[in-house]
């Protein structure tokens, strides 16, 4: 199963509008990281986030992270159409250096 | 910028080709990755590779292998492509620490290589 699962599969908002993406994860982790996939193309790093963190900014994204109930949040305030992609949270599986992905968030901001 | 070059970005082939796919990044990277990602499912790893000639099984290792005989460069083979390892392909690389130890970098993507099996 995956280590990181997002909710919803799918949002669809107004241009203006926030987004917001939540992220559930199983296992202890030593950070937490959010990417974008627009159509057909590789993911993007868009923030990471440490296990003693619970909160960080970066331009219009904002992301929350709640260790003990194993949850991430990712809000994008003021949305744009460019921001019409798909956004992955991926964990690290601690002691090694892999990655797991969870299937993502399709968001589609209409203008 | 961190670049991260996939040889093809289509890719058609056979059933019981061996399949090469190719992945060069120019930032002295020491991780990298190859995923496929599949609808639903999303990212699996494959195999990743933490040093030059050094290699690990990622989640879904059966029907590949890979191949680092240089740092810059990645390469996964399907050894006799079947229908089921059509996917795309997402290769990445990573600093294996950054400059306070921490491990788990950000992982850089390459725009993926959308394989046919056919």
């Known amino acids: 199963s995956q280590q990181g699962e997002e909710d919803p599969q799918a949002l669809s908002i107004q241009e203006g509008e926030n987004a917001t993406m939540n992220c559930s994860y199983k296992t202890s982790i030593n950070n937490l990281q959010w990417y974008r996939q627009n159509s057909g193309r590789g993911l993007v790093h868009l923030i990471l986030?440490?296990?003693?963190?619970r909160e960080k900014h970066s331009g219009r994204l904002r992301v929350t992270l709640d260790t003990s109930k194993k949850s991430s949040s990712l809000l994008i305030t003021a949305s744009r159409a460019a921001d019409t992609a798909s956004y992955f949270c991926a964990t690290d599986a601690s002691g090694t250096y892999k990655y797991i992905f969870g299937t993502g968030t399709r968001l589609k901001v209409l203008a | 910028d961190v670049k991260v070059t996939q040889s093809s970005r289509y890719l058609v082939k056979r059933t019981g080709e061996k399949v090469f796919l190719e992945c060069v990044q120019d930032?002295?990277?020491?991780?990298m990755f190859w995923y496929r990602q599949d609808p639903g499912l999303g990212l699996r790893l494959i195999y990743f590779s933490y040093d030059v000639k050094m290699k690990e099984k990622g989640d879904i290792p059966e029907g590949y292998s890979v191949s680092r005989e240089k740092k810059e460069r990645f390469s996964l083979i399907l050894e006799s492509a079947s229908t089921n390892q059509t996917s795309m392909y997402l290769c990445a690389s990573s600093l294996r620490k950054n400059l306070r130890g921490s491990r788990n970098q950000p992982q850089h993507f390459g725009d993926g290589t959308r394989l046919s099996i056919l």
């Open positions: 930032m002295d990277h020491e991780n």
């Open positions: 986030i440490r296990s003693n963190e």
